[in-house]
């Protein structure tokens, strides 16, 4: 599994002009599935995001999690994620799992997200959505279970 985090001032997603996910300050966590995960890494991917320290302190040092700046995250599917680009000029989608396996593992990671304490908002799984979001910083890692 592998989710790239954006710390945001906002986010929000857009399917047919319809806001269907929103959040204020905190993450946007693009999560893309391979044919090989599991429960396992939907959950370690979830405590990742939750815990990962990105946000700056009162020294400014990324020492506060997005919890602790009662922030949200906005989980959006990415099969694109998983592509690869290593031949040709064409993107290779063989490392993206098929909707049917991706789908309730995304739905997992918001589920254990939202266990977690931390409040989720989410785009709509294979729709053609419209991402816009301010990034804060910027600050954008990726993570990769």
């Given amino acids: 599994m592998r ?3 954006q710390r945001v001032a906002q986010a929000s997603v857009r399917v047919d ?3 269907v996910g929103c959040i204020e300050a905190g993450l946007l966590a693009l999560v893309g599935v391979a044919p090989t995960d599991s429960v396992a890494e939907a959950q ?3 405590r990742k995001i939750r815990y990962l320290r ?3 302190d009162q020294a400014g040092h990324m020492n506060r999690d997005v919890s602790q700046v009662g922030g949200g995250v906005l989980v959006v599917s990415q099969f694109t994620l ?3 680009t290593r031949k040709g000029r064409r993107p290779s989608f063989d490392g993206a ?3 049917d396996q ?3 593992l995304v739905a ?3 589920s254990e997200l939202e266990n977690l304490g931390v409040a989720t908002a989410t785009g709509r799984f294979g729709a053609d959505m419209q991402v816009a979001l301010v990034n804060d910083g910027p600050v954008t890692v990726i993570i990769d279970t």
């Fill in 3 to 5: 989710a790239l985090l």
């Fill in 17 to 19: 002009g319809e806001v």
């Fill in 44 to 46: 370690a991917c979830a």
């Fill in 54 to 56: 990105l946000f700056a």
């Fill in 82 to 84: 998983m592509a690869s």
């Fill in 97 to 99: 799992a098929r909707g």
């Fill in 102 to 104: 991706a789908e309730p």
């Fill in 108 to 110: 997992l990671v918001v």
